[in-house]
Nanobody
Framework: VQLQASGGGSVQVGGSLRLSCAAS????????MGWYRQAPGKERELVGT???????NYSNSFKGRFTISRDNAKNVIYLEMTALQPEDTGVYYC??????????WGQGTPVTVSS
């Protein structure tokens, strides 16, 4: 499976961004797609995941301002981010895995939040 993330960029504090990630290749279901963030100098952390046909699950740190959704017909996952803060700066990666499988990763899309 190949993943192509897009939508990152520079935004001011309080702004919003919508990231997209399209999966292509041999896509089996059920599968889990997700978003991770890697802030500068920090380890990659889970934002949340969404199983095909189910509601998303979020890490506690990302509940409230971040919304994950997916279009199963298009094999696309979205991450809507609102009220962005400088600490949201980082590279956002999407992931894909089968329920019992290992993650495949996209190339990441950078987000910079400045005041």
């Amino acid at each position: 499976v190949q993943l192509q993330a897009s939508g990152g960029g520079s935004v001011q504090v309080g702004g919003s961004l919508r990231l997209s990630c399209a999966a292509s290749g041999r896509i089996l279901t059920p599968n889990i797609m997700g978003w991770y963030r890697q802030a500068p100098g920090k380890e990659r952390e889970l934002v949340g995941t969404i199983l095909s046909g189910s509601a998303p699950n979020y890490s506690n740190s990302f509940k409230g301002r971040f919304t994950i959704s997916r279009d199963n017909a298009k094999n696309v996952i979205y991450l809507e981010m609102t009220a962005l803060q400088p600490e949201d700066t980082g590279v956002y990666y999407c992931s894909f895995k089968l329920v019992m499988g290992l993650n495949s990763w996209g190339q990441g899309t950078p987000v910079t939040v400045s005041s």
